[in-house]
């Protein structure tokens, strides 16, 4: 592959990214430059490393030196130290969240060494828009050699036999979803990607597009030679532009090498791919909904049987996986279904990639066996609760998942335990939350978000999730009764019996697994009208503590209504009628002084 | 439909028909035709809507259907430094609505709005994918991460001085 002797690897992830990593590689190859070094050292820029609260992150091969929180002026000493002088530049290495320990390379970080690698085994590694780097690492290899030495049932039975199931969240097993678009006879069909990542706080999909692309061309190609299809369609949202740009790019690598398009490697078969775009509408992750979508009309999901591998995109047999499911595939065929088999538990195999984010100290991607216990993600992995608060809850599954608690954290994380844990695997957006969040204001957040995105076609979800919304609204505001509790109970149940789509027949989990785990906190919201966690702004008091107070006048000065009086040098108070409970008083007091009641 | 009516350039029509015969006018394509008027137009009036419908003879109403449905289109013209706010689950848990509120507070504006001169708009969007900044501000192109209610004035202020 590369000719040059050094390589920097620039994080290019949507979080690096947003903190500034582009103009980095910009002064990395000017400092190179004015230093006569960029023929022999290369900036690259790589996919998403997982470890997107430290970034920008850069890694130097050879050596494998990562350093964290890189500022585009670190260019500098990284090239005339690092690079010139080959003296770590010690400011930018890394301490380990985990031991404090200051870490020469990502080998030696405690949260690497529970994950396994398979869906990003090349993110962070190769550069995404120079398909010579994915090939050096095996890409289209498992296309070559399912294309010269097997049939199409063939193929299926090992991607049967290894127990992969879809990663998009319902864990379908993929191998049978291939048997039945394969038996359906037809003289056109068609191999769907689903990237329309529309879960909030989910960004794994993204990550695998963007850092490693090739992986799912091939593996869309693959899917195409199994089931008899010669065309494929990425439906990818186009808030992702990054990603659009570097599947764009790879698509026409592809071609160019003959892996993609007419005749590919000589072996006479066909398959092109082309992007479509979604256009912000989380209900077209359904399947038949993203298919409408690509037809050009509302995203509606319509009631299946049929299903799409009968009568799907243009009425034809339709094969739709999701990124994640597309990327385990390479690997699957190359080094065989026993060994994808042997990892994870007994009914989910292979890994799982999570989104970690919320209050957590380690956000990012990480990729897990199936099977790992919560407690090992969120401290082990993730490091624990950020500013050594308590922990409360996991949200997974995003909007149609649930919460886990405390009592779940030895639960094996896999496709069945989390769906007999009232949550369900989702998409792999994994959302920590610490003792200062509400849990029934977590419930109005996602809920607000389903009544948002509800198609409107059919009537429970349309009409009933706005119910149970308005009725989180009032518990919220000190206006529900024990009454409501029971009424979102039902409510919730009817709506997910009777929902026609995957949306509304999950939407109303939040709601009931929240009541199921928290039920104290609603009684509290309505029975004393409190809210234990102090984020409920109507439930909330806020009052200075006399003994506390030195009466330095800063919060009366920040107050925007003028609702704190007091001399100075003299214990303020805080009049509550007029009290709009903006916080600006207690963010301001040097003293805790101000408390919330 | 839009209570704004406009005038369109004969320019203006040429670019949209010019937009539907490269996707050769067929109306499986609307969605990506849609997607390439708001980028030349920046919004989809109905004006545009109704050239849309004449080229891909398909009912100005389904048209209209379309673009209401995704909450990418959008049928109000946009500021010229749209701010978007991310209330994405991680940003939220991170205090995303009081940044928000920040925002509508100094900007004077709704969730939908812009400003009078053109200059700002306001959105919320869900999940930017950069969850490692949370909360996050998309100011144009510009991602802002682990944005404070105190930064919000600073922030608008890169943006008051004719830059």
Redesign the interface.
């Known amino acids: 592959m590369a000719k040059q002797k050094i390589q920097i690897i620039v994080c290019g992830g ?2 690096c ?3 500034q990593s582009e103009l980095l590689i910009d002064n990395l190859r000017l400092e190179l430059e004015a230093n006569a070094l960029e023929n022999d050292v290369r900036v690259i820029k790589s996919g998403c490393f997982g470890l ?2 430290l ?1 920008p992150i850069v890694k130097i091969i050879p050596g494998d030196t990562i350093y964290t929180h890189v500022k585009p002026d670190d260019a500098r000493d990284i090239v005339s130290e690092h690079v010139m002088k080959g003296r770590k530049v010690e400011r930018l290495l890394f301490t380990d969240p985990v031991t404090k320990k200051v870490l020469a390379t990502e080998r030696e970080l405690s949260s690497h060494k529970k994950q396994i690698r398979i869906v990003l085994r090349n993110c962070g590694i190769i550069d995404p828009e120079n398909i010579d780097e994915a090939i050096a690492y095996n890409a289209y290899e498992a296309l070559g050699k399912v294309l010269t030495e097997m049939k199409p049932p063939e193929v299926i039975k090992i991607v049967k036999d290894s127990g992969l199931r879809g990663r998009g969240g319902g864990g379908f097993p993929t191998g049978l979803k291939w048997e039945i678009a394969y038996k359906n006879k037809s003289d056109e069909k068609y191999v769907v990607c689903n990237a329309d ?7 794994m999909d ?2 695998v597009l963007e850092g490693d692309p090739h992986a799912v061309l091939e593996a869309m190609a693959i899917c195409g030679y199994s089931i008899e299809s010669h065309k494929g369609l990425i439906y990818i949202r ?3 532009p990054l990603a659009v740009s570097r599947l764009k790019t790879a698509i026409q690598q592809a071609r160019e090498y003959g892996l993609l398009g007419k005749n590919i490697m000589g072996t006479g078969f066909d398959f092109d791919i082309e992007i ?7 209900v077209c992750g359904e399947e038949t909904a993203l298919i409408h ?7 509606e999901p319509t009631v299946k049987p049929p299903f799409p591998a009968e009568s799907g995109f ?1 009425g034809k047999p339709t094969n739709v996986n999701n990124v994640e499911t597309f990327a385990c595939l390479s690997p699957i065929i190359l080094k065989g279904a026993e060994w994808f088999a042997s990892i994870g538990s007994i009914k989910s195999k292979g890994t799982k990639v999570f ?1 970690l ?3 957590i100290n380690n ?2 991607l990480i990729e897990v066996p199936m099977g790992t216990t919560l407690r090992e993600v969120i401290f082990e992995i993730g490091g624990g609760i950020r500013y050594g608060k308590k922990f409360k809850a996991a ?1 997974t599954g ?1 909007p149609s998942g649930g919460c886990l608690t405390e009592k779940h954290l030895e639960t094996p994380i896999d496709f069945d335990n989390l769906i007999a844990a009232g949550s369900m695997m989702g998409s792999g ?1 994994l ?1 920590v ?1 610490d003792e200062d ?1 509400c849990m029934v204001s ?1 419930a109005k ?2 809920l607000d ?1 389903t009544v ?1 995105e509800s ?1 409107g076609k059919c009537a429970p979800c349309r009409i009933g999730n706005k119910r149970l919304h308005e009725l989180l609204e009032h518990i919220t505001k000190g206006k529900g009764t024990l009454a409501d509790l029971d009424r979102l109970k039902n409510m919730s149940l009817v709506i997910k019996d009777t929902s026609l789509c995957g949306l509304g027949q999950s939407s109303p989990n939040p709601v009931l697994s929240t009541l199921e785990n928290f039920r104290e906190e609603y009684e509290a919201h309505v029975t004393i009208k409190k809210c234990p966690a102090g984020k409920c702004k109507d439930l909330m008091e806020y009052f200075i503590i006399s003994a506390n107070c030195v009466g330095c006048t800063a919060c009366a000065r920040v107050c925007p209504v003028g609702a704190i009086t007091g001399e100075r040098k003299e214990p303020h108070v805080i009049n509550p009628n007029i009290c709009i409970k903006c ?1 600006s008083c207690m963010e301001k007091c040097k003293f805790d002084a101000i408390i919330i009641q | 439909m839009s209570s704004i009516k406009i005038e369109l350039r004969q320019e203006d029509v040429n670019k949209i028909k010019e937009i539907c015969t490269s996707f050769n006018n067929d109306p499986q394509e609307l969605i990506n035709v849609l997607h390439k008027c708001q980028e030349h137009f920046g919004y989809l009036p109905a004006e545009v809507q109704e050239v849309i419908s004449n080229e891909l003879v398909v009912p100005v109403a389904k048209i209209y259907g379309v673009v209401t449905f995704y909450s990418f289109f959008t049928m109000t013209p946009k500021g010229k430094h749209p701010v978007s706010i991310c209330m994405g689950t991680a940003c939220y848990v991170r205090g995303a609505e009081k940044v928000l509120d920040e925002f509508k507070k100094e900007l004077g504006l709704q969730v939908g709005q812009t400003t009078n001169d053109g200059k700002f708009s306001l959105s919320s969007l869900r999940c930017v994918g950069a969850c490692g900044l949370a909360p996050v501000v998309m100011v144009g192109d510009k991602t802002y991460g682990r944005v404070a209610p105190d930064d919000v004035r600073n922030i608008l202020k890169e943006y008051e001085e004719g830059k």
Request: a negative charge; charged letters at 20%.
């Open positions: 949507t979080s990214n947003g903190n997107c609260n970034g990542e529309g879960d909030p706080g989910a960004f993204r990550s186009a808030e992702y479509r775009y979604g256009a912000g509408a989380f979508s690509m037809e050009g009309l509302r995203g243009r989104a984010a919320g209050k956000v990012g949200q995003g957006g959302i939350m969040d977590v957040f996602f978000f948002e198609c916080g």
